[in-house]
Structure formats: structure tokens, C-alpha cells
């Protein structure tokens, strides 16, 4: 079963950067507020605006590697 599992996974370099993400993201929302409240809220709109910021940077890479 946990064979399946890490089979079903891959070995793909990608998954290093959700724990990234996330540890910045809690980060950087503690560094601006106190409460746990906004600090969560805060991290997922900067998790967002994070993982959106790569998925533009790999499909410009992707249709640059594409064009050539």
C-alpha cells in the first residue's frame, strides 16, 4: 500500500515546494499581525498569490522552451 502510494506520487522535484510555500507564506503573515485569525487568512491569500506567481513563471518557461 505505501508502495502504491509513493508510486502514485512520483519523484518529482515540485512537491519540495508546497512545505516552502507554506512555511513563507505563515511567515510572512506573522510578521504582520498577532492573532491566529488573520495570520491563517493572510497566509492563504500570500500561499495563493505564491503559487499563482510560479504557475505564470512556468507556462512563460514552458512556451519559451515550446517556441525554440
Known sequence: ???????AIGNNDMWYALPLVIAVSLVYSATRHEQMGPILGHAFRIGVWIVGFMAVVFAVLLLIS???
Open 1 to 7: 500500500m505505501n508502495n502504491l502510494l509513493l508510486a
Open 66 to 68: 515550446w517556441w525554440l
